[in-house]
């Protein structure tokens, strides 16, 4: 059906890389170091697994993003609300904010090690300062965005400022929200696995650096491949969450 | 529960709205735009008033001030026996654009209004005012799945579910096709009936104006003026092909021609 014909055209392109990739590996001459063979890579996911090291990791790194994310959708969305409903407050914290958000993720690392080590903290901090701001951003213009008609009806209906805020410019801005927080739990993801390589003494993207140092190649590619399909796994996840949350947006989309 | 600012102390209050030399002016690029000139209204308990007038000649701006939605400094607005000081629940408001919130299903956004009841209290209200619009069986439904006359009636529902003396309702039937506004005015007026609700309604539509005005509000345009209130004949009016019906027509047509002739000599002259 359509799904099914959407699937296969979606796994041409991951084919035909296998096969070359194949048939570089097969016939060519590159060192296993540089392009380690499919069945090597097999082989390596079949050991870290069943010493329980990859699981190991995997669990470390997905800690460090609950913690990380959490802490970031909460200040992101307060400090979203507060600015959006307040111009007073946007006009004192927006230019700052906008500045801050031009620094590059990665660029916060040397000044985070230098400021609490390489221990968990660290890792969390770096992961707020990357998911916060998408989610700050999209909660401000899901606010700011409500039509003045609906701030009309609370103030028909004699609704005071919190009710106003919780009855009708945060379910306005709920989608949107979700937008930012699923952005947000993407940038998490990449934040943890950057700030392990560059500084870790555990986690996935501490193991994939160290696996670099032994030139052990395969099991580089096996922790690549596992970084994305967890990636793929927590948007989807997330993705289905949401819909729970605001099951007016997609009837909108289907009576459209 | 109603707010007011202080009783006139006043007697022989039978007016539920009495407007009395209003005059309003809002201020754009601060300067003062005159919207509202010297208004005069009183309207009578269970009457239904309709208001026609020019686009922009500030009948939404008159509605927002009877309903407390919008400030005024100069003149009398009464509601009810007190001047009006903000939005209140004896006074429900129906916009053009329903304006029901999306993420609330329908019978939350009719019970909307309606904090200060218990819940079963609240039920109760939400569900016989949806039998009176006739969408009890679209309790549960989400307003993007509701056509535009059902939003409409749902948006009345909500006006009238914390059982308000008078109901403002701002060209409610603007967006609807000729064959739906037709019967929603039936409905409107059967709803009327029933309820014994005040209504004040503008339209741009003259014949709905006609049909469902006891008398109606003619207003020039901005600043906007009432040039007459027609009282309309009970029976005549509601049959839309009687003599009577044809010359309330041509008397607002030529209320609105005397403006565009106007009009038309000024774009001669430039
Ligand atoms: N809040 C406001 N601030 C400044 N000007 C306003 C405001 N609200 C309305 N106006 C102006 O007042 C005039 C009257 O507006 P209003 O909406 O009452 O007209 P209307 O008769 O309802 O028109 P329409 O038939 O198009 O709905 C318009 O010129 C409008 O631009
Ligand atoms: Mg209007």
Same mark, same amino acid.
């Given at each position: 059906m359509k799904t099914g014909k959407y699937i296969l055209v979606a796994l041409i392109v991951p084919v035909i890389i296998l096969v070359l990739w194949y048939i570089a590996t097969t016939f @060519?001459?590159?060192?296993a170091s540089i392009l380690p063979g499919q069945q090597m890579v097999g082989n390596a996911f079949i050991e870290m697994t069943s010493n329980g090291q990859l699981q190991g990791d995997l669990m470390i790194s997905l800690v460090r993003v609950v913690k990380g994310f959490l802490a970031s959708a909460i200040t992101g969305v307060f400090l979203g609300s507060v600015m959006g409903m307040s111009s007073k407050m946007q006009n004192l914290l927006l230019p700052t904010i906008t500045v801050i958000r031009q &620094?590059?993720?990665?660029?916060w690392i040397p000044l985070i090690i230098l400021w609490s @080590? &390489? @221990?968990?903290s660290s890792k969390v901090i770096i992961i707020m300062i990357a998911a916060v701001f998408p989610i700050l951003v999209n909660t401000l213009s899901g606010i700011e965005s409500t039509p003045d008609g609906y701030a009309e009806v609370a103030r028909l209906y004699k609704l005071g400022k919190w009710k106003t805020f919780t009855k009708v410019y945060l379910p306005h801005a709920l989608p949107q929200i979700l937008v930012g927080l699923k952005l947000g739990l993407g940038v998490s993801w990449m934040a943890v696995v950057a700030s392990e390589l560059i500084?870790?003494?555990?986690g996935i993207g501490y193991r994939m650096n160290e696996a670099r140092s032994l030139m052990k190649s395969d099991k580089v590619i096996v922790c690549m491949i596992v970084i994305g399909l967890i990636g793929i796994i927590m948007d989807k996840l997330i993705s289905l969450l949401f819909n729970q949350f605001t099951p007016w947006v997609n009837l909108q989309k289907n009576s459209k | 529960m109603e707010n007011t600012?202080?009783?006139? /102390?006043?007697?022989?209050? %039978?007016?539920i709205i009495n407007i009395e030399h209003l005059n309003k002016q809002f201020l754009v690029d601060k300067q003062p735009i005159e919207v509202l000139r010297d208004i005069n209204l009183q309207v009578k308990k269970g009457e239904f008033i309709t208001i026609v007038g020019h =686009? /922009?000649?500030g009948k939404s701006t008159l509605l927002k001030i009877m309903c407390g939605l919008v400030s005024y400094e100069d003149g009398t607005v009464e509601r009810n026996g007190h001047a009006v000081a903000g939005p209140g629940p004896k006074c429900g408001m129906v916009f053009q654009d329903h304006? +029901? +919130? !999306?993420?609330?299903k329908i019978k939350d956004n009719v019970g909307f /209004?309606?904090?200060?009841?218990s819940k079963e209290e609240k039920e109760q209200q939400v569900k016989e005012h949806l039998e009176l619009v006739g969408l009890k069986d679209f309790?549960?439904?989400? !307003? =993007?799945?509701? =056509?535009g006359g059902m939003s409409q009636r749902a948006a009345i529902a909500r006006g009238l579910a914390n059982k308000p003396t008078i109901l403002l309702l701002d %060209? !409610?039937?603007?967006?609807?096709?000729a064959l739906t506004r037709i019967q929603m005015q039936k409905e409107i007026l059967r709803i009327q009936e029933e309820q014994g609700t005040t209504m004040v309604m503008i339209t741009h539509d003259i014949d709905e104006a006609i049909y469902l005005g006891n008398r109606i509000v003619v207003m020039s345009a901005?600043? /906007? %003026?009432?040039k007459e209130i027609i009282k309309t004949d009970p029976v005549e009016s $509601? $049959?839309?092909?009687?003599i009577l019906f044809a010359k309330y027509k041509k008397k607002i047509y030529d209320y609105f021609f005397e403006d565009t002739e106007e009009e038309h000599d000024v774009a001669y002259v430039i």
């Open positions: @060519g001459s590159l060192p &620094i590059p993720m990665v660029a @080590g &390489i @221990g968990e500084a870790a003494s555990t | 600012r202080q009783n006139t /102390g006043r007697t022989g209050n %039978e007016y =686009s /922009g000649c304006r +029901l +919130l !999306p993420w609330l /209004g309606l904090r200060h009841l309790a549960n439904s989400y !307003p =993007s799945q509701l =056509s %060209e !409610p039937f603007g967006a609807l096709d901005r600043p /906007g %003026e009432i $509601k $049959k839309r092909d009687s």
